[in-house]
Nanobody, 111 residues
Framework: QVQLVESGGGLVQPGGSLRLSCAAS????????QEWYRQAPGKQRELVAR???????YYEDSVKGRFTISRDNAKNTVHLQMNSLKPEDTAVYYC?????WGQGTQVTVSS
């Protein structure tokens, strides 16, 4: 069993930044891809960003140029740097690795 623990969510004003982190309790982190999803109220969970085992990245169109996914293999941690945040980015953000999900961290963008 692998536990994923997310941190870094919170309340931020439009245009602000947050950095989410997801720490995995164990696993062959470096050979798995890691993903961040989000789910806004009343909407389906959607893929926001992915980093593959070889470092290639994918971003959902609405976050391109604003969000950056990265990872630290030595620390089994994946990050999501979110800049120029917009109210429509408000959601619960989830880390996903293999078959495991984190508990989610709330991001609220509001003035």
């Amino acid at each position: 069993q692998v536990q994923l623990v997310e941190s870094g969510g919170g309340l931020v004003q439009p245009g602000g930044s947050l950095r989410l982190s997801c720490a995995a309790s164990r696993g062959s982190f470096s050979i798995d891809g890691q993903e961040w999803y989000r789910q806004a109220p009343g909407k389906q969970r959607e893929l926001v960003a992915r980093i593959s085992y070889d470092g290639r990245t994918y971003y959902e169109d609405s976050v391109k140029g604003r969000f950056t996914i990265s990872r630290d293999n030595a620390k089994n941690t994946v990050h999501l740097q979110m800049n120029s945040l917009k109210p429509e980015d408000t959601a619960v953000y989830y880390c996903h690795i293999g078959v495991y999900w984190g508990q989610g961290t709330q991001v609220t963008v509001s003035s």
